[in-house]
T-cell receptor, first 114, second 110 residues
């Protein structure tokens, strides 16, 4: 069974530029999450989708971050404009149900903002 | 107070040692608890769920103390391959939101 796919794996941009990350969850998984993991910290939830509806985006900096999940499958996370403090690994995860603790993560997209 | 707090470590132990990690959570309404493992520069993966009665999986034992809002993970007979960061995870029961602790780094030395 294919896992969670993410791209790009690495991205280097200058501050104030924009970037987009893509995620394809495991087939059949209704719930999709985007987490931000800064070096030395645990993953922080940015946004959670159930099918194509948003369940939680309370920690998403909406002035610069946006995310969508069209047709309840693939998702994109965009940052515009990027700041230095956005340097992190952006992890996409999916799960079959919301009441299970088993999230399947992709390998992540590592962003460096110069 | 952070929602989920862990001792960041690092814990440096010799092979064969027993090591314990602790985690506290702030939301008394939380119902589900988990330990994830994250290898260096890799994605987190579920290690085990934590049940009220405690549970064991080989060399790993997880325990929950609801009164103290405290979770623990015990690793017996440590192996070199156990070297990783261990993340405490709590389901806040609001739409299935999983909150991660900062992780505890373990380094097992020969």
């Amino acid at each position: 069974e294919a896992g969670v796919a993410q791209s790009p794996r690495y991205k280097i941009i200058e501050k104030r530029q924009s970037v987009a990350f893509w995620c394809n969850p495991i087939s059949g998984h209704a719930t999709l999450y985007w987490y931000q993991q800064i070096l030395g910290q645990g993953p922080k939830l940015l946004i959670q989708f159930q099918n194509n509806g948003v369940v939680d985006d309370s920690q998403l900096p909406k002035d610069r971050f946006s995310a969508e999940r069209l047709k309840g499958v693939d998702s994109t996370l965009k940052i515009q404009p990027a700041k230095l403090e956005d340097s992190a690994v952006y992890l996409c995860a999916s799960s079959l149900m919301t009441d299970t603790g088993e999230l399947f993560f992709g390998e992540g997209s590592r962003l460096t903002v110069l | 107070r952070k929602e989920v707090e862990q001792d960041p470590g690092p814990f440096n132990v010799p092979e064969g040692a027993t090591v314990a990690f602790n985690c506290t959570y702030s939301n008394s309404a939380s119902q589900s608890f988990f330990w994830y493992r994250q290898d260096c520069r890799k994605e987190p993966k579920l290690l085990m769920s934590v049940y009220s009665s405690g549970n064991e999986d080989g060399r790993f034992t997880a325990q929950l103390n609801r009164a103290s809002q405290y979770i623990s993970l015990l690793i017996r007979d440590s192996k070199l391959s156990d070297s990783a960061t261990y993340l405490c995870v709590v389901n806040d029961n609001q739409g299935g939101k999983l909150i991660f602790g900062q992780g505890t780094e373990l380094s097992v030395k020969p």
